[in-house]
């Protein structure tokens, strides 16, 4: 018999009601709620592709439970801005070509996110083990780490959109 019910979970400022299996990661109930935004990779946690923020925190949405996450502020990478309101992280990507295919994104901008709620003033190499959970086919890293580094001087500098 499945156990399903009924989940208010806030996405990006918004509380959103879906219906719920207990055994849902929070990766499907987002990608079924047409969050598809946030990415599907391993579903095992090591690909870093379908991370997302819960209380400002990076978390890999596939090693989550959906109802785990009630009560919580999440936040995919559209929360973070727009083509109009664009985060400083996105900026930087665009503008250093920090994106190829574009898969590993909006993963690696969460978790530079994480990253710089808990440091805003990384080294290279703490920003290398910042984003050592995930992975990018494309780009070889570099402007990636490079996209970071300029995205929080930025933050450092003008702060974020609110
Ligand atoms: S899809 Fe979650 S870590 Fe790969
Ligand atoms: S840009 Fe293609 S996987 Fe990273």
């Known amino acids: 018999m499945s156990n399903t019910k009924q989940l208010t979970l806030n996405i990006n400022g918004q509380d959103e009601k879906m219906n719920v299996p207990s055994h849902r990661t929070l990766l499907e109930a987002l990608r079924e709620s047409g969050h598809i935004e946030v990415k599907c990779g391993c579903e095992k946690g090591d690909c870093g592709a379908c991370a997302v923020l819960v209380d400002d925190v990076a978390v890999d949405s596939c090693l989550t439970l959906a109802w785990a996450s009630e009560g919580k502020a999440i936040t995919t990478v559209t929360g973070l801005g727009n083509v109009d309101e664009p985060h400083p992280l996105q900026t930087a990507f ?36 910042g984003l050592s959970g995930n992975l990018c086919r494309c780009t070889g890293y570099a402007k990636i780490l490079d996209a970071v580094g300029q995205a929080a001087e930025v933050m450092r500098r003008e702060g974020e959109p609110s």
Do not use: F, H, W
Request: with cysteine.
């Open 94 to 129: 665009k503008d250093l070509g920090a994106s190829q295919c574009g898969y590993c994104t909006p993963g690696m901008i969460i978790a530079s996110k994480g990253l710089l709620n808990e440091n805003p003033d990384p080294t290279d190499d703490e920003i290398r083990v």
